[in-house]
Nanobody, 129 residues
Framework: QVQLQESGGGSVQSGGSLRLSCAGNGYSYSRYCMAWFRQVTGKEREAVAAIDSDDIATYLDSVKDRFNISRDKKLDTVYLEMNNLKPEDTAMYYC???????????????????????WGQGTQVTVSS
C-alpha cells in the first residue's frame, strides 16, 4: 500500500523558515512528478512547487525565490524548504505523487490535483506577523 507522510510543519514568525519532508513507502517515486500543494480552509488546493523525473522544478509565482523543492531518489523523499515565510503562506501543505513523469503542460508549468493518485495527510504551516 502506498503511503506518503509529511513532516516538518509548525508555527513560525514572518520571515522564518521551515523544511517540509514527504517520505513514502511501497512505491518508487523517482520516475514520477512529485509536488507540494497547499490549501486554506474554504479555498481550492493549489500547487506550490513540483519536481519532475528529471529533477526540473517549477514554482508558484508567489513563492519563487523563497521556496526550494528537492528530492532524494534513493530515499523516495521530497523536500520543500521554505524561507522568508509570510502570513499568506499559512495553510495545510500536502505532498502528492503517482501520476506521470512530467509535472506541467505546455500551457501551465504546475500540475493539477487530478494528476496525482497518492496524497499525504498534510502538515500545517502557520506564519504569524
Amino acid at each position: 500500500q502506498v503511503q506518503l507522510q509529511e513532516s516538518g510543519g509548525g508555527s513560525v514568525q514572518s520571515g522564518g523558515s521551515l523544511r517540509l519532508s514527504c517520505a513514502g513507502n511501497g512505491y518508487s517515486y523517482s520516475r514520477y512528478c512529485m509536488a507540494w500543494f497547499r490549501q486554506v480552509t474554504g479555498k481550492e488546493r493549489e500547487a506550490v512547487a513540483a519536481i519532475d523525473s528529471d529533477d526540473i522544478a517549477t514554482y508558484l509565482d508567489s513563492v519563487k525565490d523563497r521556496f526550494n523543492i528537492s528530492r532524494d531518489k534513493k530515499l523516495d523523499t521530497v523536500y520543500l524548504e521554505m524561507n522568508n515565510l509570510k502570513p499568506e503562506d499559512t495553510a495545510m501543505y500536502y505532498c502528492a505523487t503517482g501520476g506521470r513523469p512530467g509535472c506541467g503542460r505546455w500551457y501551465k508549468p504546475l500540475p493539477e490535483e487530478y494528476d496525482f493518485a497518492y496524497w499525504g495527510q498534510g502538515t500545517q504551516v502557520t506564519v504569524s506577523s
